[in-house]
């Protein structure tokens, strides 16, 4: 199992929820099995977010696929301040 791990600054958290949640990099058809967002206690505009997959090229795609797709468009990510900080990493336990 691997995860992606997103971090960056938002303007606006509940914005950002919003185009999270229409999905516009398609999770599930890219092959995201599960995910988690989580936000430091004291910085609401700061998410950290894990996106799980069963297999290491499929985190690749996917953050290739937001990379191209996503971050690069404020009509698609409207709500992203900054650039993401990105990370794939092999789930050992």
Excluded: C, N
């Amino acid at each position: 199992m691997f995860a992606l791990q997103i971090e960056h600054a938002v303007k606006d958290f509940d914005m950002w929820k919003a185009v999270f949640d229409r999905d516009p990099a398609d999770r599930a058809g890219s092959g995201v099995v599960a995910y988690r967002i989580g936000r430091p206690v004291e910085d609401e505009k700061y998410i950290v977010v894990e996106l799980d997959f069963e297999r290491r090229d499929q985190a690749e795609a996917f953050l290739a696929k937001l990379r191209s797709s996503v971050w690069d468009s404020p009509d698609v990510a409207p709500a992203l301040a900054g650039s993401p900080q990105t990370r794939v990493i092999e789930l050992v336990r």
